[in-house]
């Protein structure tokens, strides 16, 4: 699954395999349902958990403890009832033309403007996936890594 943010990157390929195989010096975030809320952490290395625990806020992800702030990848989950996802049964060939499919296919399931979206396609599966989230949510969490340094 590839994403990618207008002004931010992010990405991740391979899908919960993938992530499983590339546990090597990881950060985990389990995000809440905003930069607010209490969210858990993990470091992974070499797929065990080193590190972890709980904090209360995104506002104290920057007094996270040295290995997780300097691990070399940084996965955040959000909580599932904020993300949609939808296969795109019939989707069209290229690139271009399939993130223009899923934008409406997922303006038309949501009933929200694209624009208020972020939408990222998992293309290397058949069918592809299309998955979207409020725009608010992305930005609001990439704000606060941000913030933090991660």
């Not at 972890?52 to 300097?70: H, Q, T």
């Not at 624009?115 to 930005?139: H, S």
């Amino acid at each position: 699954m590839k994403c990618r943010i207008p002004g931010r990157r992010a990405s991740f390929r391979g899908g919960l395999n993938g992530l499983i195989n590339a546990m090597s010096d990881l950060l985990l975030l389990l995000l809440g349902p905003s930069p607010e809320a209490p969210l858990r952490w993990g470091v992974f290395g070499e797929t065990r958990l080193i590190e972890g625990g709980w904090i209360e806020s995104a506002a104290e992800l920057g007094d996270l403890p040295a290995p997780a702030l300097s691990a070399a990848r940084t996965v955040a989950l959000l909580p599932g009832e904020q993300v949609a996802s939808r296969l795109m049964p019939a989707a069209p060939r290229g690139a271009a033309k399939l993130q223009a499919a899923a934008g409406y296919l997922m303006e038309d399931e949501l009933g929200e403007s694209a624009d208020a979206l972020r939408i990222a396609v998992a293309g290397e599966r058949t069918p592809p996936l299309a998955i979207a989230a409020k725009a608010a949510i992305i930005d609001a969490w990439a704000d606060a890594f941000a913030a933090a340094g991660i």
